[in-house]
């Protein structure tokens, strides 16, 4: 027996910049995800997804080679259709009461470069709420929202121009 599974997804966005002197950037974004399960196999149905989507950053370039930056933003993340109706070869139970996660980043950073080198530091924090984990019922796993879930972490990208056709990067 084959079933059908469809969905729909959009997003619209919108995006300002604006330079308020040589020195400081502000950015703003506003915009909607939406995701609707058109059909669901066997499954039940269930109602569509419409989550928000924020985010406002700052930027001061502080030097010619210098550039710090802030950003805060929100997102929710889908379940996808796996996730959601997902019973391959009978190892996954459904749950028709899955959420969207929803994410909550702060972001700073600190940018240099120069001809030569290029280097970003960058910490993060992410607060999620509705973290979609799984659990184990008898043999089968199940998808679930935890309550949420914290992410802290620190990302450094850089380069460095050895030679006109070489670059390393890390």
């Known amino acids: 027996v084959l079933f059908?599974?469809?969905?729909?997804?959009?997003s619209l966005g919108f995006d300002i910049e604006r330079f308020w002197s040589?020195?400081?950037?502000?950015?703003?974004?506003?915009?909607?995800?939406?995701?609707?399960?058109?059909?669901?196999?066997?499954?039940?149905?269930?109602?569509?997804?419409l989550e928000p989507v924020l985010r406002a950053g700052l930027s001061w370039d502080a030097t010619a080679t210098t550039r710090l930056r802030m950003a805060v933003g929100r997102k929710a993340r889908m379940p996808t259709?796996?996730?959601?109706?997902?019973?391959?070869i009978n190892r996954f139970l459904i749950n028709p009461n899955l959420r969207a996660e929803k994410i909550t980043t702060v972001e700073v950073a600190w940018e240099t470069n120069s001809d030569n080198y290029a280097l970003d530091v960058i910490g993060f924090y992410q607060d999620v709420v509705d973290t979609i984990d799984q659990r184990r019922i008898g043999s089968l796993r199940q998808r679930i929202n935890l309550t949420g879930s914290t992410v802290i972490g620190l990302e450094v990208v850089g380069d460095v121009h050895l030679h006109e056709d070489l670059t390393l990067r890390g």
């Open 22 to 49: 040589d020195q400081f950037t502000f950015e703003l974004g506003i915009g909607v995800d939406w995701v609707d399960y058109t059909e669901t196999g066997d499954k039940p149905d269930l109602d569509a997804f």
């Open 4 to 10: 059908d599974y469809k969905q729909q997804t959009a």
């Open 81 to 88: 259709m796996r996730e959601l109706f997902g019973t391959a």
